[in-house]
């Protein structure tokens, strides 16, 4: 008597990937595609801003003449890449006699005149070094969403980044904003993946974006306790895979920080004495009157910066508008509003 042999059982076909997942990479280009394309079009229909008439004829100054002084308000990294593509536009210089500390506003003017057969020319050519760093920030917001949370969520990250008024706007225009977003988040980024791997391969990696941080913003100083706090809750959770390395790692970042400043700068660095400058916050003016013979080592223009921007943040510096009324605080009162 012979036994019968079972059925044959029909051989588990593999499941077929997603729409998404099959053509991940092709939807990640139509996607920038769209981005690129929607800026172009909206930098097309506006003119030129007020601070892109600073930022542009000021990152001239410094290609042509090292001039750093005469735009201090800001770091130079982003104006110079502004400015090297409004030269090879065929930009002209804006006028030196102009130049000096904080005379950016008639350096625009001069630049304006000089450049007023290609002006619009000029500018495009600025904006689109804003939209490379849009197209490199979304870039990174689509690979981060994507190790975070998978393909689907990379994709709709990127999708949200290239339609998103604010990215639009910012991408347009030769401005600070948007290579700060890039800078910041690069080195948040940077540093996450230095605390996983533990090497000092990644640790240069961190150490390129936090010098392009510190050469973007002067608020990029908030970048190193941030990450001693995000270090911190890692090693308290033991995700740390090389926790000495991790922290000497931490510890050189503001070594990296100054020389990256200082070269940004080109070593323009007087030392003099806090007493012979003439500040204009009543922060530095108060450290003046503490410590007359403190020396910085970094560079006076750098100086000059956060001294001015701290003057623009202390009260009865500027206004604030609300609901058809402004108001403006004084040293020692309240808030003191009048209508419009």
Known sequence: ??????????????????????????????????????????????????????????????LHAHDFATSYAQPPLPKTFYAAAALAAGARDPDARQAGPGRERFVGYTFMRANADRFQRVYAAARLVALAFSLALALLVWQAARAWHGPRAGLLALGLWAVLPESLAQASVAGVDLPTALTFFGAALAWLEFLRRGSWRSWVSVALWISAAFLTRFSAVQILPALLIVTGVAAWRGGLAHPRVAWVGLALLPLVALLAIDAGYLFQISMKPFLSWSFQSSTFQALQRAVPGLRLPVPDAWIAGVDYLSSLSQAGAKQSFLLARCATRTPGSTSRWRSR
């Open 1 to 62: 008597m012979t036994r019968s042999r079972p059925p044959a059982r029909a051989k588990e076909r593999p499941a077929r990937p997603a729409f998404v997942d099959r053509h991940e990479r092709w939807l990640a280009g139509m996607l920038l595609v769209l981005h690129a394309v929607l800026v172009i079009w909206v930098a097309r229909e506006n003119s030129v801003t007020f601070d892109e008439n600073f930022h542009v004829p000021a990152g001239v100054r410094i």
